[in-house]
């Protein structure tokens, strides 16, 4: 469904006098406001074609009810969160779970709706249908070489299908690991993994980015074959220029340093994508910021100050994603609040006194250090995120739109109450 423009213009009406009231306050305190306005707007996160539909875990999943049931549908949801935000300008597809049966009828609706394809994703963590070779031991470690040849044609398909929709990146997330002590030659692993990684590699566009994507455990639980930066690192150096690692946030153990593993990525010109979601006991892909909010904006300090140490574009120089499964809520509001809790981090990196903290640091005086830091994350800056997307020509208060429109019964009308997407 379409989002019209005048009802978003109405709503924002209604919220003017209180927006604009709020947001002098926080601006009248911050140096150069209409320069982090523009990096607010200029700041678009993908979302991924998989978290459009109900989530859930491994032991049931609960139909919202207006689910989209096709890629067309998937790409009006997304559409319609960056018509609220203004700020999910890209949407990232899982292959095969998303093949567009006609690329440029695909691109053209996309572009109706103001938005591109961020990175393709490959699946070769499933067995699919009438596949000839299984993956039930790993893909592309796997002791027999007709599964991994399988797995680097699928991935080369997808590199085609990314091409044609005017993609530049490919992700590779592997499950490749083992179960059991004593089920794989960890070295022999690697080795086949990086075979097979350079094969794809050698398949990628020059305009190209391949993105190696780490997980600590599950689906396997004694070993991953991609289980950390330092794994993914190796990988990507091995590789080349095109190869980076990609830092999903609940691919850590507990209480992993993530801003540290980010600060130095990024010195090393390793760093290319970002996943985010949030979690409490692993890989509980919760809604961002719903746990460690602090956290996120620790994360956030380290991804400016590094691009900026680097002269980089901190919109267009690191892939942007969600990747998280929303468990029981409906996910456009899920999404909707990730985007919203990703853009007051960003905000809030963004008015860090920077020089402040550099002298701190050579007088090693911590407890200033700490202030600095917490002085920026106290901050309200949700005004400046609202005036950002008002800008934009986005809701103020997009939430309060989706609700108060009643989108997803809208949704359950046009598309049925038992319909379901395809994803985790
Ligand atoms: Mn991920």
Redesign the pocket.
């Known amino acids: 469904m379409l989002i019209e423009k005048y009802k978003v213009q109405e709503a924002n009406d209604g919220a003017t006098a209180e927006h604009k009231r709020r947001f002098e306050f926080a601006a009248s305190t911050i140096n150069n406001v209409e320069g982090v306005l523009q990096k607010l707007q200029d700041f678009q996160i993908a979302i991924p074609s998989w978290a459009l539909g109900a989530g859930g875990t491994r032991f049931g999943r609960f139909s919202i009810g207006g689910e989209p049931s096709n890629l067309e549908e998937k790409i009006e949801d997304v559409g319609l969160l960056h018509a609220l935000n203004r700020s999910s300008g890209a949407i990232s597809l899982h292959i095969p779970w998303d093949i567009p049966e006609n690329a440029t009828s695909i691109k053209a609706l996309a572009a109706q709706h103001g938005l591109r394809f961020d990175a393709v994703n490959s699946n070769t963590f499933q067995d699919q249908k009438g596949q000839e070779q299984s993956y039930k031991f790993g893909s592309l470690q796997h002791t027999n070489k007709a599964v991994r040849k399988q797995a680097i044609e699928h991935n080369i398909e997808v590199i085609k299908q990314g091409v044609e929709l005017g993609s530049d990146s490919l992700?590779v997330?592997l499950a490749d690991g083992s179960s059991f002590p004593g089920q794989l030659n960890f070295r022999k692993a690697f080795q086949n993994t990086l075979e097979s990684l350079k094969e794809i590699y050698a398949a990628l566009p020059d305009n190209w980015k391949m993105f190696v994507?780490y997980?600590a455990f599950e689906p396997n639980f004694y070993s991953m074959t991609v289980g950390d930066w330092g794994q993914s690192l190796l990988y990507a150096s091995k590789l080349g220029e095109k190869a980076f690692t990609?830092v999903?946030l609940?691919?850590h153990l507990p209480n992993a340093n993530i801003e540290q593993i980010v600060s130095l990525l990024l010195m090393e010109g390793k760093l290319g994508g970002f996943?985010f979601?949030d979690s409490k006991y692993g890989d509980d892909d919760l809604t961002v910021g719903s746990i460690n909010p602090y956290q996120l904006f620790l994360i956030f300090n380290e991804l400016v100050e590094g691009m900026d140490a680097k002269g980089m574009n901190h919109a267009t120089d690191l892939g942007w994603?969600i990747?998280a499964s929303h468990n029981i809520k409906d996910p456009l509001e899920d999404l909707l609040q990730s985007v919203e809790a990703i853009k007051i981090a960003y905000a809030q990196a963004l008015l860090v006194d920077t020089k402040a903290l550099a002298a701190a640091r050579e007088e090693n005086d911590v407890v200033k250090a700490q202030e600095i830091l917490q002085e920026a994350y106290r901050n309200d800056v949700r005004p400046l995120v609202a005036e950002a997307r008002l800008r934009a020509g986005g809701a103020l208060q997009p939430l309060e739109f989706y609700r108060q429109n009643r989108v997803r019964e809208s949704l359950i009308k046009q598309r049925g109450l038992q319909t379901v997407a395809t994803g985790l």
């Open positions: 992700t997330w994507e997980k990609l999903d609940g691919h996943h979601n994603m990747d």
